[in-house]
């Protein structure tokens, strides 16, 4: 199997703090892929750097075998990479069906008809359930649906590969249940997926591989089996445990998940919410 | 030309630490706040009013009425913060603030057109008339004083921010607005008080303003148009960024009058923001320059 | 997938959500048909106006408020779609004026209704000096994208007074007198200020419905992730800025045509720009109508304070005070505030009619 994407020795300071250390992992086309780690692992800042919103201090992010190291990040996104946010974000005072078109931008002319016509628009809001939303307000959408419609954004774009950042984060299991079909879906149609998750039950459910990170750098790869029984896996999420309440999954101390939601993205994200 | 040099580096440096000082107010509200004050222009003018009118109705010495301005002119940061800031919704809440603010402006303008008419005036003193001379150039005590002045309300305030709780939390406010708020940090009142200071500085920098300038209702426009380019030029959110901007802009202006002509010294004063935006888009020691996505 | 809520299972229709999810009342063809009703009888109404009121007092008042029409939908088209605060637009209005008062002074031209081909051609001009400032302006943060706009204005006053050989200085420049009657004399310039407001409606209309304006209003929402889905953000509000100069340029252009002279504190005049803001704020920021109304609510009302009263203070004071009260009890502006109501009743009647 060929990478689709790959990312060779990134590295990432914010000042003092070193969020990517040398972090290397790839992901195979026509795989879904989990990225998972504690708090602060670095998983968001390696979808930030793979994705262009932030510069790379070192390190290559491959896709398609084309360098994309800090390209600008509509660059990378018209060649392909789709990816959502932890923190779900909508164009809030454009209707549903607006925020779709917002992506019609990053997709060349050509393609635009094929892509972007009102059949294919109606048909992608149905396939999220949001067909009879299409005129609202994205700001008044609940999370659940914003995370829908953030998905279908991005679909829209016909990405081959995506990058979900927690999309079971924040949501009831049976949405998530939801989610996960959908995922499964576009799979099998031939996305290829990248999915940092805390929920531990849809990883294990849902990824062919699994990379776990740890304060910036790889730690441990393999299949959902392997990487649960791993005992360096344990020991990070453990240790990570003992100094962060929102790590609720309740892995016990054989590592099994009991597939409780991951909350709203833990502190990370509230922190990170509190600085915009 | 070289004293003439020499005094137009003397003026700007001293000059700049009084703008310093009303700039340093504007930099901290909006690195609390997230709000660009437009009204501090005008509150100078202001502040420069009501010492000229405890000067010349009731005899009070400028220096001295301070003690009144600056409480008063905390009080009306306070009040204005409260009456119109607080209740700007989060979102969109800078652009608001400015058309807040300007409005804010304009009333106080009208007020003091109102009160006083567009006829020119001036604080007087002793220390305006007569100068002392160094350097081969004469140079009228009153740039020292205000200089001196600036730097005490400076060294004040840095200890104020650097040396209290109160101080502790504007300072938490401006590096996380939400953060400060989830460990208990009373906002509204960091704002109050922030805001206040702000105003308290005008009334300083007013007084000394109104003793090197003649002023009028209108000449707020000009004012805050300096003391945004200080401000942005420091970057946005530093205090000591505001310092080092405003000398430096301030010398480069007396200088260019002096080297080029008195004509052209105003627009190179704006020029060096354009300038210094062309290479460093968030000004010389730009603050929240990343902001997370 | 069913009509179910996504969330909670529950039919969307029961869900306790805002009032907007349903279908939007204001959207039905009977508003949509007599939307177009309404803007036919205004421009009926727009270009009866002199005939009707042809006292020049007022024709006066009503040239002036076209022209912040114009302005103030110009502003809007920027400011009002991408967010980003821009208080220095009196450069293009400047600039269209100087423009025409050169161009007629050097090419001698004669007055009359010749000279109002050339209000286009400074309208370019003023697009083309947008360029560089909007280029240098865009490059920076929101926040000090304002100041910045601040600055440069202030640049451009100074070097209207200093760049004595292109400006005159203080002195300021003339422009032909054109051959009319007293009489006529304002309805020539209602014509051409009403055909410029026109065009700036017009033109800030097509922008909002294209893909255009949809990515500008992306760009106000969330900047980084427009940019993120493709979205050439630098390059469309690059444009939209040039668009904007444009636009203001020929209204400054009409403006000192008006006056029959050009001068540095009124071609650049610092109170403009507050002006034009508080129109579109008013009126509703990002509405096509909303800067129209608040144009024309506002201008009348200023040129009414400073004849009525002679105290420039408390004009200031009013105005200041108008502003902070809508601003207060109306954050949205009127347009938005004036549809959401409408909405609300609609609805209420619509629900009311169901139960029946």
Request: net charge neutral.
């Amino acid at each position: 199997m060929t990478a689709l994407l790959e990312v060779r020795g990134a590295v990432k300071n914010f000042g003092g703090v070193q969020a990517l250390a040398e972090c290397s992992f790839a992901v195979e086309k026509g795989a879904v892929i989990g990225l998972i780690g504690p708090n602060g692992s670095g998983k968001t800042t390696m979808f930030n750097v793979i994705t262009g919103y932030e510069r790379a201090d070192a390190g290559t992010v491959t896709f398609d075998g084309r360098d994309i190291t800090n390209a600008p990040a509509h660059r990378i996104g018209s060649l392909g990479v789709g990816r959502t946010f932890q923190l779900t974000r909508v164009f809030g005072r454009l209707t549903v069906a607006e925020n779709l078109q917002v992506g019609r931008a990053g997709v060349p002319r050509a393609r635009h008809q094929e892509l972007y016509s009102d059949a294919r628009c109606a048909e992608l809001l149905g396939f999220v359930g949001l067909a009879r939303l299409a005129d609202v307000p994205a700001g008044t959408l609940s999370y659940g649906q914003r995370k829908l419609l953030e998905l279908a954004t991005v679909l829209a774009q016909d990405p081959r590969i995506v990058l979900l950042d927690e999309p079971a984060g924040g949501i009831n299991p049976t949405l998530i249940g939801q989610m996960a079909e959908r995922i499964g879906e576009l799979n099998q149609s031939g996305v290829t997926f990248l999915v940092v998750e805390h929920n531990m039950e849809f990883v294990m459910d849902l990824c062919d591989a699994v990379w776990v990170m740890e304060r910036g750098a790889v730690i441990a790869h393999g299949t959902p089996e392997q990487v649960r029984a791993d005992p360096r896996v344990l020991d990070a999420y453990l240790g990570g445990a003992l100094d962060d309440d929102e790590d609720d999954d309740g892995e016990g101390a054989d590592g099994r998940g009991d597939g409780k939601g991951g909350g709203v993205g833990g502190v990370d994200g509230v922190d990170r919410e509190a600085r915009r | 030309m070289g004293t003439e040099l020499a005094k137009a580096v003397v003026d700007g440096v001293l000059t700049g630490g009084v703008y310093a000082l009303m700039a340093a107010g504007l930099t901290l509200i909006f690195g609390v706040m997230d709000i660009i004050n437009i009204a501090q222009g005008v509150m100078v003018v202001l502040g420069a009013y009501l010492s000229y009118t405890l000067q010349v109705h009731f005899g009070i010495e400028p220096f001295v009425g301070l003690l009144i301005t600056i409480p008063v002119m905390f009080l009306l940061g306070v009040g204005i913060e409260w009456g119109f800031i607080r209740r700007l919704e989060p979102r969109d809440r800078t652009a608001l603030s400015i058309l807040v603010t300007f409005a804010v402006a304009i009333v106080i303008e009208g007020v003091l057109t109102q009160f006083y008419n567009a006829d020119l005036r001036s604080v007087d003193g002793w220390y305006v008339q007569k100068s002392v001379h160094v350097f081969g150039f004469y140079l009228p005590y009153i740039y020292l004083f205000g200089f001196a002045l600036a730097v005490v309300a400076l060294s004040a305030l840095y200890l104020f921010l650097y040396r209290t709780r109160t101080g502790h939390s504007i300072r938490a406010s401006m590096q996380n607005r939400d953060g400060a708020q989830l460990v208990g940090i009373d906002i509204d009142r960091v704002s109050a008080i922030t805001f206040g200071i702000g105003a308290a500085a005008t009334a300083a920098g007013g007084m000394v303003y109104g003793a090197t300038n003649t002023f009028n209702p209108d000449s707020g426009y000009d004012l805050i148009s300096r003391l945004l380019v200080i401000v942005v030029l420091g970057g946005l959110g530093s205090v000591g960024g505001a310092l080092v901007a405003a000398i430096i802009a301030l010398v480069i202006e007396d200088v260019t009058a002096v080297l080029w002509s008195p004509v052209w010294a105003s627009t190179m004063f704006f020029a060096v923001l354009v300038l210094v935006l062309l290479v460093r888009p968030n000004g010389l020691f730009g603050q929240k320059a990343v902001r997370a996505q | 997938m069913t009509a179910e809520s996504v969330e909670t299972g529950e039919a969307v229709d029961s869900a306790p959500a805002a009032p907007v999810a349903a279908v939007d009342p204001l959207a039905a063809p009977v508003f949509r048909r007599s939307g177009a009703a309404v803007v036919v009888a205004a421009l009926v109404a727009a270009i009866g106006f002199p005939f009707v009121f042809n006292n020049p007092a007022t024709t006066s008042i009503a040239i002036f408020t076209l022209l912040y029409v114009g302005a103030a939908s110009a502003w809007n088209m920027f400011s009002g779609y991408t967010g980003y605060m821009a208080l220095g637009n009196a450069v293009f209005y400047g600039s269209g004026a100087y423009f025409i008062a050169n161009i007629t002074t050097h090419l001698n031209l004669r007055g009359g209704v010749g000279i109002f081909a050339w209000v286009p051609v400074a309208g370019l001009f003023a697009g083309l000096v947008a360029i560089p400032v909007g280029w240098l302006s865009l490059r920076t943060r929101k926040h000090t994208f304002v100041v910045i706009t601040i600055a440069i204005f202030f640049i451009f006053q100074l070097l209207a007074y200093n760049l004595q050989s292109v400006t005159d200085g203080s002195a300021g420049m003339q422009l032909p007198l054109p051959p009319w009657t007293a009489a006529a004399y304002n309805d020539y310039f209602y014509a051409a200020a009403l055909v410029v407001a026109v065009f700036a409606i017009v033109l800030s209309w097509a922008v909002r419905r294209s893909h255009f304006g949809l990515q500008l209003l992306a760009i106000r929402d969330d900047e980084d992730r427009a940019r993120g889905l493709g979205v050439r953000t630098s390059r469309a509000k690059l444009l939209v800025f040039a668009m904007t100069g444009a636009v203001t340029g020929m209204c400054g252009a009409v403006y000192a045509y008006y006056l029959g002279s050009v001068y540095p504190p009124f071609a650049f005049e610092a109170i403009f720009d507050l002006t034009i803001a508080l129109m579109a704020f008013i009126g509703g920021l990002g509405t096509v109508s909303g800067p129209v109304i608040g144009a024309l609510l506002l201008e009348p009302l200023q040129q009414y304070l400073t004849v009525q009263l002679t105290d420039a203070g408390l004009s200031l004071i009013l105005f200041g005070a108008l502003f902070l009260i809508v601003i207060g009890f109306l954050p949205q502006g009127i347009v938005p505030s004036l549809a959401r109501l409408a909405r609300r009743l609609l609805l209420r009647r619509a629900e009311r009619g169901a139960k029946r």
